[in-house]
């Protein structure tokens, strides 16, 4: 035990050297849009550009209103200065511009303007619809209604959340009845929908009315509760843009957090508990260096089992928690002090 608190003491000293966080890349494509163009013209790549950073800022905001900002507007404006890089494909309709912006450019951005920021690691969003019908009720199937589905798709595509659709085979039949959504039984939609990954669910009961119209309960259902909508509609787009409203802009304001600048940003204490070997610590750390980009971070102190870092960069420990990814072996304990986050390290079997 005393080599793994030498080594532990060592590695400390490295890190407090060279403070975290370090400039990350961009991860993945959550920076980058493609839009498609009429020609590869310098005018029409600077509409392209503006029109994709329209869509990454709307994405990263989780808020379709968010160009009501005069900063964001400003930045549309100037949107090729922003953009990293950019190459021309061909597809079946034509070309197409891929763009990737700067995402410090971005994050700097929300930061200044204390605008939410809803960081791309996002939970996805299980979709069961049933219908009522005149003879039977049934869930909608990717395989049998793709019209009624798939336009629900691209819409979180657009705000930055991935739709998932459940298998229907006999597991879900024997989790989720389709009764289920008739009772309210919102237990067991939150069973069916972790098997897909997720405790977040798009829930909605759709009834054919006789003038044409369908009236359509929508229930987003979370970890902390369930959220109900109903309506009379006959577009589908229109039902579709209630549903998906319902669900992102909610998980947003349970999920998005208030960047601050890192020199008038308050410290946050972070204790993290159960840390009894050196596994322990280097999957921890791994943790926190994911949130490299949104938080400054520095170890303050080593105890025993128990790490203690400060943490600035965002408003409070409860938006630190936030940031905290679902599964990864942290474990809140308690956050209702601004200044104060206590975790507990659970390994992952």
Request: charged content about 25%; proline content about 3%; glycine content about 6%.
């Amino acid at each position: 035990m005393r080599r793994f608190y030498r080594q532990f003491f060592h590695i400390v000293l490295v890190f407090l050297w060279l403070g975290l966080p370090v400039n990350a890349i961009a991860q993945d494509s959550f920076f980058s849009e493609q839009v498609a163009v009429a020609d590869r013209g310098g005018v029409e790549l600077s509409r392209a550009a503006r029109e994709g950073l329209t869509r990454l800022l709307i994405k990263v905001s989780g808020n379709e209103a968010i160009l009501d900002e005069a900063a964001f507007r400003e930045a549309v404006g100037s949107a090729q200065q922003h953009v990293l890089l950019y190459s021309y494909r061909e597809d079946d309709a034509g070309d197409v511009v891929f763009l990737e912006f700067d995402d410090a450019f971005v994050r700097n951005l929300f930061r200044d303007e204390s605008v939410p920021y809803w960081e791309q690691r996002r939970p996805p969003v299980v979709v069961w619809v049933a219908l009522d019908e005149p003879f039977s009720r049934r869930f909608a199937a990717r395989s049998d209604d793709v019209d009624l589905l798939v336009p629900s798709i691209e819409r979180f595509k657009a705000r930055g959340v991935e739709a998932r659709f459940p298998l229907l085979d006999l597991t879900d039949a024997a989790t989720v009845p389709v009764n289920t959504l008739w009772t309210r039984d919102f237990d067991q939609i939150r069973r069916g929908s972790r098997r897909y990954g997720s405790d977040h669910s798009l829930v909605g009961r759709w009834i054919d009315l006789s003038d044409g119209s369908k009236l359509v309960d929508w229930y987003y259902v979370s970890p902390g509760g369930e959220i109900h909508k109903q309506m009379r509609l006959s577009d589908l787009d229109a039902i579709w843009d209630a549903g998906v409203d319902l669900a992102v802009d909610s998980m947003r304001d349970s999920l998005a957090v208030t960047l601050q600048r890192f020199e008038i940003s308050d410290a946050i204490a972070v204790t993290v508990r159960g840390v009894n070997s050196f596994a322990d610590y280097r999957a921890v750390s791994t943790v926190f260096k994911q949130l490299a980009e949104l938080i400054e971070l520095r170890i303050d102190s080593v105890s025993q089992d128990t790490l203690t870092y400060r943490v600035i960069g965002v408003s409070s420990a409860e938006e630190v928690a936030r940031l905290i990814p679902s599964r990864s072996g942290l474990r809140v304990q308690s956050a209702t002090n601004r200044a104060q986050l206590d975790l507990t390290w659970e390994s992952i079997q």
